[in-house]
């Protein structure tokens, strides 16, 4: 099903909106990760939501799960080629939270 939401931004916020999926998202910019790495990395998120976001982030295809065959399983998680198209996106709004919370520290103490 095609989202037609009237606003792009929409879209964006719809895809990738919520506290973990940006933090996932950068995490797997470094290289690919099992589910327990992105745990130790992200302190605070359940393994459900966990869970949950990647399979939505699968879903939208920005992520990839790719099963080994080994005794036990190993599922590694990675941008799919399609994913790396947000790198730009996310780095230039790290750099925009950089800046702000720079701003907000140099701001006098009211």
């Excluded at 099963?67 to 709004?93: D, H, N, R």
Aim: hydrophobic share 35%.
């Amino acid at each position: 099903m095609i989202d037609q939401r009237e606003y792009p931004i929409e879209t964006v916020i719809h895809v990738l909106g919520g506290k973990w999926k940006p933090i996932i998202l950068w995490h797997l910019m470094d290289s690919d990760k099992r589910f327990s790495d992105l745990e130790k990395l992200i302190p605070g998120v359940s393994s459900k939501m966990l869970a949950q976001h990647l399979r939505n982030l699968q879903q939208a295809g920005i992520i990839e799960r790719t099963v080994y065959p080994t005794v036990p399983p190993k599922v590694e998680y990675s941008l799919s080629e399609y994913g790396k198209t947000l790198i730009p996106v996310a780095e230039v709004m790290c750099d925009w939270g950089e800046g702000h919370n720079e701003r907000k520290r140099d701001e006098p103490a009211s």
